[in-house]
T-cell receptor, first 116, second 115 residues
Framework: ETGVTQTPRHLVMGMTNKKSLKCEQH?????MYWYKQSAKKPLELMFV???????ENNSVPSRFSPECPNSSHLFLHLHTLQPEDSALYLC???????????????FGQGTRLTVV | AQSVTQLGSHVSVSEGALVLLRCNYS??????LFWYVQYPNQGLQLLLK??????LVKGINGFEAEFKKSETSFHLTKPSAHMSDAAEYFC?????????????FGSGTQLTVLP
């Protein structure tokens, strides 16, 4: 399998549930990202991991908890979400050699999350 | 700081007509520029990128874009629209030499192709 794979593709959860989104990349990249895409809004960068260290957290509520156990895997743990958290969650990866330069971000197909 | 503005949240063209999607950027340093396409219920797919080589960049599916520094623009064009081009298109900018996180997306343009 190649590229960036996200599971599950669709998720419906209640506000008291705990669930996790998974992302896996097979591209040899060293940076991974979580984005949130809501209707009528630009893509929102949530978290960035570079070389398995979190380098950015864009004021995301604590009910979203990322985990990056290695350079190929990224998780987003969800708990006590709100209906406004319903959105498409996109994972992406890129190669950033020695922190300089950049290659394009490759995106997974996303997880469509509905909070009821 | 950097930003991207996509003029027109919705664009409609007839099949076979020219496609022109507009993108203007703001960046204090030389940028990398990207166009992505998103089909319904899919992730974003890279169409093309500008990384300070040739100013006219050719991408997949017959799309191309021209970097114009004087106009701070990176408009996306295709000579002849096809029904399969109907999708949402995103322009993105990243400052060269910046860290991984500094990729900024525009709000997107929904392209409709009329038969």
């Amino acid at each position: 399998e190649t590229g960036v794979t996200q599971t599950p593709r669709h998720l419906v959860m209640g506000m008291t549930n705990k669930k996790s989104l998974k992302c896996e990349q097979h591209l040899g990249h060293n940076a991974m990202y979580w984005y949130k895409q809501s209707a009528k809004k630009p893509l929102e960068l949530m978290f960035v991991y570079s070389l398995e260290e979190r380098v950015e957290n864009n004021s995301v509520p604590s009910r979203f908890s990322p985990e990056c156990p290695n350079s190929s895997h990224l998780f987003l743990h969800l708990h006590t979400l709100q209906p406004e958290d319903s959105a498409l969650y996109l994972c992406a990866s890129s190669l950033n050699p020695a922190g300089q330069g950049y290659t394009e971000a490759f995106f997974g197909q996303g997880t469509r999350l509905t909070v009821v | 700081a950097q930003s991207v503005t996509q003029l027109g949240s919705h664009v409609s063209v007839s099949e076979g007509a020219l496609v022109l999607l507009r993108c203007n950027y703001s960046s204090s340093v030389p940028p990398y520029l990207f166009w992505y396409v998103q089909y319904p219920n899919q992730g974003l797919q890279l169409l093309l990128k500008y990384t300070s080589a040739a100013t006219l960049v050719k991408g997949i599916n017959g799309f191309e874009a021209e970097f114009k520094k004087s106009e701070t623009s990176f408009h996306l064009t295709k000579p002849s629209a096809h029904m399969s081009d109907a999708a949402e298109y995103f322009c993105a900018v990243k400052t060269q030499g910046g860290s991984a996180r500094q990729l900024t997306f525009g709000s997107g343009t929904q392209l409709t192709v009329l038969p």
